[in-house]
């Protein structure tokens, strides 16, 4: 079967998310208009505008374009650094300090520019944000890396097929999602077992696994390499799903679902950046043991291509094609590849121990519930009975609210859902 079939097999499940999604999933309409920044453009009459035109305008335009013109200018040169291009050549260097410069100016827009930002800079205030973002960054990008080049070891290195390298990966993605789930429950169970405990306690044992990961060879046994894998996933798994919970709970209501795109997108960029980033790190490792062996530049590149050629398999004459003999590949693939693929694990379990520092130092215990439920629902239930005239009676029991100003905000998302819920009933009546 073609590798093509790979993406093929996607399009029936995305066209049935799109029907879960359109058939199932409840929408509700959002009224009213955006609040007008101190800072912002927005002009003071937008609420006039009609519905539609209103929320368009109200998209962040400028931060999207700032945001995937930042992202590909910094992704680039990381691909082609040291594979196509030198480190310190010009097609290098410059796309990546605009790339920052870039993000610095994308920073500069959502602090001071955006009416309605995608990313509020006001939520960096908060320390266990932070820190999450940070543990996140480091989560994309040790788990999409290990889950792309751990069955390239099995393949190049111990010689699996590529069905036979899938399936020695499930380790990691079994005890990954048990542990994620399982995260949930001793949170839940365990009342004395607070979320940023299981943070710890995940990637410690993720350092662990990465570290042992690392000592992989090719005579390492199977059963010790499937227990390596096993630390590594429910490490992972356990900082899944407990960080969302720590990073909602430190933020007011309002800002619940930004804080959790903004890390959602955070995980995936740094999963983005780890691929070039990591496959550089091995190339230049393959690359330097296969220039000692004074082979060509057309053989070096042929073997970073396909790596696989080094295996034992390989037969005598399609070496000798390539200059190599039988103990040169051999040695190729322990001090090239191998090495390569050990130094990504050395680094992995680095970066794994710096998220370990920043989640202890940064994240801290806040409870998700506020304790205040009950008495928002019945403020807006009162709201709701005493207004008599729709939208405008609702605005009116909201500029009369006497309530703090921490919970009138709290409450302003269950206020405008009722009103609008009430506005519709009246149009039927």
């Known amino acids: 079967m073609a590798m093509q079939w790979c993406f093929w097999v996607n399009l029936p499940v995305s066209l049935s998310a799109i029907c879960v999604v359109l058939l199932v999933l409840p929408l509700k309409p959002v009224e009213g208009c955006v609040k007008r920044q101190a800072h912002s453009r927005w002009p003071t009459h937008s609420c006039l505008i009609p519905g539609p035109r209103r929320k368009l305008l109200a998209i962040d335009y400028a931060g999207i374009g700032l945001t995937l013109a930042g992202s590909v200018l910094v992704i680039l040169p990381l691909t082609w650094g040291g594979v196509k291009f030198p480190w310190n050549s010009p097609t290098i260097l410059a796309p990546l300090c605009s790339g920052f410069v870039v993000i610095f100016l994308f920073c500069c827009w959502e602090w001071k520019g955006a009416n309605l930002p995608i ?213 190729a693939l322990t001090h090239g590849y191998t090495a390569g693929f050990k130094f990504v694990f050395i680094l992995n379990a680095c970066l794994v121990g710096v998220a370990t520092v920043s989640s202890i130092f940064m994240i801290k215990h806040k409870e998700l519930v506020r304790g205040d439920e009950e008495k928002l629902r019945a403020e807006a239930r009162q709201l709701l009975e005493n207004s008599g005239n729709g939208d405008r009676g609702v605005s009116k029991g909201l500029s009369s609210d006497k309530r703090e100003p921490e919970a009138k905000n709290e409450a302003l998302g269950i206020d405008v859902e009722m009103g609008s819920a009430m506005s519709e009933k009246l149009e039927h009546a």
């Not at 009342?191 to 690392?214: D, H, M, N, P, R």
């Not at 799903?241 to 955070?266: C, E, G, H, L, P």
């Not at 790190?281 to 042929?302: D, E, K, V």
């Not at 790596?307 to 200059?323: E, F, K, M, N, Y």
Request: aromatic share 10%.
């Open 119 to 331: 990313v509020p800079m006001y939520i960096f205030k908060h320390v266990t944000v932070t820190g999450v973002y940070i543990a996140m960054f480091v989560n994309g990008f040790i788990c999409y890396s290990s889950i792309y080049y751990l069955p390239q070891l099995f393949q190049v290195a111990l010689g699996y097929s590529p069905i036979r390298s899938g399936v020695f990966l499930l380790p990691v993605l079994i005890s990954q999602s048990f542990a994620s789930s399982g995260a949930g429950m001793i949170r839940f169970f365990a009342c004395l077992v607070f979320e940023q405990t299981i943070v710890y306690a995940g990637f410690s044992l993720w350092t662990v696994g990465c570290g042992c990961l690392s000592t992989v060879t090719e005579s390492t046994p199977r059963a010790l390499l499937v227990f390596y894998m096993l630390l590594a996933g429910v490490g992972a798994g356990l900082t899944l799903q407990t960080t969302v919970i720590a990073v909602q709970a430190s933020v007011s209501r309002k800002d619940m679902s930004v804080v959790t795109a903004v890390r959602n997108f955070i995980r995936l960029f740094g999963a983005t950046l780890s691929l070039p980033d990591r496959k550089s790190t091995r190339n230049n490792s393959l690359r330097t043991a296969l220039s000692s062996l004074s082979l060509t530049p057309s053989a070096i590149t042929t073997i970073i291509d396909d790596p696989t050629i080094l295996r034992s398999g390989t037969s005598t004459s399609q070496l000798a094609a390539l200059g190599l003999t039988p103990s040169q590949a051999s040695y």
